[in-house]
């Protein structure tokens, strides 16, 4: 049985490693657009696949909301970060899952009264 420390602890991981997710996705949105990436002309493929979370928002916020380049950019990068964060911290539950399951005892069905 699982104490309150041990979950508070978890749940702590998590939020930790949601909170480098989101870290290293918005550094690299913002890496990518200092670096003189273009937002919205001749986006490189690996571009569009790893930032796609951002150009979605960033498109999206320019076409719908009427925000400026500078505006849609700063949501991107954003959209960036949560996404990272969100994929980091359903890494580490599912990871936290496992290594869980693998510590479980062994049921002996064997020894089950119910079963005749």
Do not use: C
């Amino acid at each position: 049985m699982k104490t309150v420390n041990q979950n508070t602890a978890s749940s702590r991981k998590i939020r930790s490693v949601a909170l480098i997710g989101f870290g290293a996705g918005g550094l690299g949105g913002a890496g990518f657009l200092l670096s003189g990436g273009n937002y919205f002309l001749n986006i490189p493929r690996w571009a569009s696949i790893v930032f796609y979370p951002g150009f979605f928002a960033g498109f999206w916020a320019a076409e719908h909301l009427h925000v400026g380049v500078l505006v849609a950019q700063v949501i991107g990068v954003i959209a960036v970060g949560l996404a990272y964060a969100l994929m980091a911290a359903l890494a580490r539950w599912m990871w936290l899952a496992i290594s869980r399951r693998r510590k479980m005892p062994v049921q002996n069905d064997d020894h089950n009264p119910s079963r005749t």
